[in-house]
């Protein structure tokens, strides 16, 4: 199953900006649905330089523990922006929505 490069009649169930305190980061993050029915959700977040170590310390255990324990989930990859230094994008798969409740 692929979310890559959604279909524009593709059902936009939420998209959330925020910040979260603790990292000093600003959050972009939108879920949908694929015409497969794979839950597909894109994250962007711009973390301050000073929280770093620990983002990537957080988001590696957070990949493999979703990955490791949730049957439902299908990927969960993440890389840094190649312009942008702390800037990180994220793209997970889930079995439906309710895959992705579940997480």
């Known amino acids: 199953a692929t979310c890559a490069n959604p279909p524009q009649n593709r059902?936009?169930?939420k998209t959330t900006d925020a910040t979260n305190k603790n990292?000093?980061?600003?959050?972009s993050a939108e879920g949908y649905i694929h015409r497969?029915?794979?839950y597909c959700v894109n994250v962007n977040i711009s973390i301050k330089a000073d929280r770093r170590d620990d983002f990537l310390e957080v988001i590696r255990n957070n990949q493999k523990g979703t990955m490791d324990k949730e049957p439902l989930a299908l990927e969960y990859t993440w890389g840094e922006s190649?312009?942008?230094?702390?800037?990180f994008f994220f793209h997970e798969k889930y079995k439906g929505r309710s895959g992705f409740v579940a997480h």
């Open 23 to 27: 990292m000093g980061s600003a959050i």
């Open 36 to 38: 497969t029915g794979v």
């Open 82 to 87: 190649a312009e942008k230094r702390n800037t």
């Open 11 to 13: 059902q936009r169930l």
